[in-house]
Each structure stands twice: as structure tokens, then as C-alpha cells.
């Protein structure tokens, strides 16, 4: 049987490669001033890097 990516590497290296990528991709997102979509007291809201929040609509 073939092993799969997580078990060849183990599941601590790969949530770490997945942490590093996320952060990464963030970043990128914030350079190009790109929203990231985050909840806020239970609404799904984009939120700036400069600040801005704005509501999903239908973001409940």
C-alpha cells in the first residue's frame, strides 16, 4: 500500500509546512492589499490590511 504524503513525512512537519504556506499566502494577500475573510462576532466580514472590515453579504 502507498503511503501518503503526511505519513511519509510525519503529521508535525506537515502542519508546520502548512503554517509556514498560510503564512505565507497572507502575506501575500496583504502586500497586494487583498481582504482576508475572518468571522467577527459571528458575521463572515473582509478585513483590509489597511484597517477596513466590511460585511460578507449573506455572510451568517
Known amino acids: 500500500m502507498t503511503k501518503s504524503f ?3 513525512i510525519g ?3 506537515a502542519q508546520a509546512l ?3 504556506k498560510v503564512a505565507e499566502a497572507i502575506a ?3 502586500a497586494l492589499g487583498l481582504p ?3 468571522k467577527i462576532d459571528g458575521v463572515w466580514c473582509r478585513q ?3 484597517g477596513r472590515v466590511e ?3 449573506g455572510g451568517q
Do not use: G, M, T
Open 55 to 57: 460585511p460578507v453579504e
Open 18 to 20: 502548512v503554517k509556514e
Open 6 to 8: 503526511i505519513d511519509e
Open 28 to 30: 501575500e494577500a496583504d
Open 11 to 13: 503529521a508535525e512537519r
Open 48 to 50: 483590509y490590511p489597511d
Open 36 to 38: 482576508q475573510v475572518v
